[in-house]
């Protein structure tokens, strides 16, 4: 998969994906029959509805989250399935717009952030010249969908004006109504006005939206350079692309890594990770450990910060997952790696993550909130043995005991630390319920299990288009 970026204008790029995919589902029909019927049959029954529309995707990043890692694949599948797929990313130069957005982010896991009210003018700017630079590139009988709250102001204002089917597409989501959730849920209705539809991960992430919602989970492709499996030491061009934050302690290589036991924890940094628990749990471990387990070290991966444009808080919350290590103590601190993985050739990041997921011992992710967790998607689907915090993303995707460990608050660090004696004494305990994990995200987790619930989305967002007749004007929210 060859992923590439091409300015249309100064907001905007366009993502240029090279590639194919269906034809590997094809070659293992034994595993993916039914699914394969099921999305050809569905796939015929859309192209009849959606024409020549082109269907645009709209995000804020090319590489680096959730959202840049599942849209190549299933862009190619659409393409290859008949349909005529683009993808945006809106870019901003304003650092105070994705202030504001990564603001929103925060308070939708419930996070009080500061400055919001502040921040909102430049959101709004950005937009009204996101929206003006949108009318010189999406035709007139376009298909729009919109990920996340960055380009959904200046997707609105345009929509206001050029009327358009279109889906506005959240990845996050909070499952309980509180104040901070529902002041932002009410910022953001009031520019999914012009849209036809909404599409959340969970059900309990609804929320009054004023048009119907679908839920349909994140998916991942096994196919991928992140998810197949690999043989031999990596090359040169992986060893160039991945640091390994020591602080006095010896370098060693991604080979070195690779060859050593060791836990795994994969995400942004991001304080709502819990990268601060998995550090706390893993210096309980080696403080009590056995004699057996002093080799054992733990990873936690993440990308370079400096290459992920739209969350400004990454090089921040990195510099102080540094801090944190360099104050444990020495025997500790020599066994804790944070590797910092370049985005500048998305598919060597992949491979980078995929190696260790492959090699992990174990994968922990101790989240302290999550609308979903793809790093923990692609664990399950390696058939790992993977253990999580109770964030409700995260319990919706492991089942304890069944596919994987839950771990509940409060002590969260102390159950953790046992997990990893448990996984040193007794690995044999997670194998079954490792296998379970792998053959439940071959039925369930795969993006062609998930583009027949797309297809019905559009078609009844194109229907209630085709059906509108008055629309108020769009007004962007300023209190």
Same mark, same amino acid.
């Given at each position: 998969?060859?992923?590439?970026?091409?300015?249309?204008?100064?907001?905007?790029?366009?993502?240029?994906?090279?590639?194919?995919?269906?034809?590997?589902?094809?070659?293992?029909?034994?595993?993916?029959?039914?699914?394969?019927?099921?999305?050809?049959?569905?796939?015929?029954?859309?192209?009849?509805?959606?024409?020549?529309?082109?269907?645009?995707?709209?995000?804020?990043?090319?590489?680096?989250?959730?959202?840049?890692?599942?849209?190549?694949?299933?862009?190619?599948?659409?393409?290859?399935?008949?349909?005529?797929?683009?993808?945006?990313?809106?870019?901003?130069?304003?650092?105070?717009?994705?202030?504001?957005?990564? /603001? !929103?982010? *925060? &308070?939708?896991?419930?996070?009080?952030?500061?400055?919001?009210?502040?921040? #909102?003018?430049?959101? +709004?700017?950005?937009?009204?010249?996101?929206?003006?630079?949108?009318?010189?590139?999406?035709?007139?009988?376009?298909?729009?969908?919109?990920?996340?709250?960055?380009?959904?102001?200046?997707?609105?204002?345009?929509?206001?004006?050029?009327?358009?089917?279109?889906?506005?597409?959240?990845?996050?989501?909070?499952?309980?109504?509180?104040?901070?959730?529902?002041?932002?849920?009410?910022?953001?209705?009031?520019?999914?006005?012009?849209?036809?539809?909404?599409?959340?991960?969970?059900?309990?992430?609804?929320?009054?939206?004023?048009?119907?919602?679908?839920?349909?989970?994140?998916?991942?492709?096994?196919?991928?350079?992140?998810?197949?499996?690999?043989?031999?030491?990596?090359?040169? /061009? !992986?060893? *160039? &692309?991945?640091?390994?934050?020591?602080?006095?302690?010896?370098?060693?290589? #991604?080979?070195?890594? +690779?060859?050593?036991?060791?836990?795994?924890?994969?995400?942004?940094?991001?304080?709502?990770?819990?990268?601060?628990?998995?550090?706390?749990?893993?210096?309980?471990?080696?403080?009590?450990?056995?004699?057996?387990?002093?080799?054992?070290?733990?990873?936690?991966?993440?990308?370079?910060?400096?290459?992920?444009?739209?969350?400004?808080?990454?090089?921040?919350?990195?510099?102080?997952?540094?801090?944190?290590?360099?104050?444990?103590?020495?025997?500790?601190?020599?066994?804790?790696?944070?590797?910092?993985?370049?985005?500048?050739?998305?598919?060597?990041?992949?491979?980078?993550?995929?190696?260790?997921?492959?090699?992990?011992?174990?994968?922990?992710?101790?989240?302290?909130?999550?609308?979903?967790?793809?790093?923990?998607?692609?664990?399950?689907?390696?058939?790992?043995?993977?253990?999580?915090?109770?964030?409700?993303?995260?319990?919706?995707?492991?089942?304890?005991?069944?596919?994987?460990?839950?771990?509940?608050?409060?002590?969260?660090?102390?159950?953790?630390?046992?997990?990893?004696?448990?996984?040193?004494?007794?690995?044999?305990?997670?194998?079954?319920?490792?296998?379970?994990?792998?053959?439940?995200?071959?039925?369930?987790?795969?993006?062609?299990?998930?583009?027949?619930?797309?297809?019905?989305?559009?078609?009844?967002?194109?229907?209630?288009?085709?059906?509108?007749?008055?629309?108020?004007?769009?007004?962007?929210?300023?209190?």
């Amino acid at each position: 998969m060859k992923v590439t970026t091409k300015q249309c204008t100064p907001l905007f790029d366009e993502v240029l994906v090279e590639g194919s995919v269906l034809e590997h589902y094809t070659a293992e029909r034994e595993d993916y029959g039914e699914l394969l019927d099921e999305l050809f049959r569905s796939s015929n029954a859309t192209r009849d509805k959606i024409g020549a529309r082109c269907i645009w995707h709209i995000n804020s990043t090319a590489f680096g989250g959730g959202v840049a890692e599942m849209l190549p694949h299933h862009i190619c599948l659409l393409r290859e399935l008949g349909f005529d797929v683009r993808w945006l990313i809106f870019k901003p130069e304003d650092e105070q717009f994705f202030q504001f957005t990564k /603001a !929103l982010h *925060n &308070s939708l896991h419930d996070a009080i952030a500061v400055g919001v009210n502040e921040l #909102l003018p430049h959101y +709004l700017e950005a937009s009204r010249q996101g929206a003006a630079e949108l009318e010189r590139m999406i035709g007139l009988d376009d298909f729009l969908v919109i990920h996340d709250p960055q380009p959904l102001c200046a997707a609105a204002q345009f929509l206001d004006s050029h009327p358009h089917p279109a889906i506005w597409r959240c990845h996050i989501g909070y499952p309980r109504s509180t104040p901070t959730v529902d002041k932002i849920w009410g910022l953001l209705k009031a520019y999914l006005r012009p849209f036809q539809r909404i599409v959340l991960s969970d059900e309990a992430y609804a929320f009054d939206a004023g048009h119907p919602i679908d839920v349909i989970q994140p998916s991942i492709s096994p196919f991928s350079s992140k998810n197949r499996n690999y043989e031999g030491p990596p090359g040169q /061009a !992986l060893e *160039n &692309s991945v640091s390994f934050n020591r602080h006095d302690e010896p370098d060693r290589s #991604l080979q070195d890594i +690779l060859g050593s036991r060791y836990f795994l924890h994969v995400s942004r940094w991001d304080g709502l990770k819990g990268i601060d628990r998995i550090i706390a749990a893993f210096e309980r471990f080696v403080g009590t450990a056995s004699d057996e387990a002093s080799d054992t070290c733990l990873v936690i991966a993440g990308p370079d910060p400096s290459d992920v444009a739209d969350d400004p808080e990454g090089r921040a919350y990195f510099e102080k997952c540094a801090v944190l290590c360099s104050q444990l103590p020495k025997d500790v601190r020599q066994r804790v790696y944070l590797a910092c993985i370049s985005m500048k050739d998305s598919d060597a990041n992949a491979e980078i993550v995929g190696r260790l997921q492959q090699n992990a011992h174990g994968v922990f992710q101790l989240s302290r909130e999550e609308g979903f967790g793809l790093t923990v998607t692609e664990a399950l689907l390696r058939g790992k043995p993977v253990i999580v915090s109770s964030a409700f993303g995260l319990k919706r995707q492991v089942a304890n005991g069944l596919n994987g460990v839950v771990l509940d608050e409060p002590d969260i660090e102390v159950k953790a630390a046992e997990m990893m004696h448990r996984l040193i004494a007794d690995y044999s305990h997670f194998e079954e319920m490792a296998r379970t994990a792998r053959e439940s995200c071959l039925r369930s987790s795969t993006q062609i299990s998930q583009i027949p619930k797309w297809y019905d989305s559009i078609r009844s967002a194109l229907s209630s288009f085709d059906r509108a007749q008055v629309r108020e004007p769009f007004k962007p929210n300023v209190s």
